[in-house]
């Protein structure tokens, strides 16, 4: 059984998160530039057994489309082509960010580390993908 791994996509900057082996905990794992992500997801697929992408999907309150999409669609467009066997589902991030911060916040975090957005990024990650650990049970 391979590993799932989440995406937090965003313009400049990336979040990524991984089950442990028997998809049991969601990990955050690290940021990346986003430019540098299909290099970066090649070489771990090279080295890891992943059976799942799961990528966040911005959504409005009323449960349509964010903008953000438009920069989503086109990655996942030269994800599937780079990575045709590769499954990538997409799962609601919708209030990921509001809770990496109350997660930090819980977690003692200083002030500082919080308004590191590499970590809010890893940590948004993390949520989405435990969000669709649990939505599999």
């Known amino acids: 059984m391979g590993r799932i791994l989440a995406i937090d996509f965003g313009r400049k900057r990336t979040g990524l998160a991984v089950t442990d082996i028997l998809r049991i905990t969601a990990n955050p794992l690290l940021t990346i530039e986003t430019k540098d992500l299909l290099t970066w997801l090649a070489d771990y697929f090279a080295k890891e057994k992943v059976d799942e992408v799961v990528i966040g999907h911005p959504t409005q309150m009323d449960g349509s489309d964010s903008e953000s999409m438009n920069y989503i669609r086109p ?56 969000g669709y650990l649990d939505s599999l049970r």
């Open 75 to 130: 990655f996942i467009g030269n994800f599937k082509k780079q990575f045709p066997e590769m499954p990538i589902t997409m799962y609601d991030e919708r209030f990921t960010s509001v809770l990496a911060h109350r997660a930090m916040l819980a977690g003692g975090m200083k002030k500082k580390d919080r308004q590191d957005k590499a970590v809010v990024d890893r940590i948004a990650a993390c949520i989405i993908l435990e």
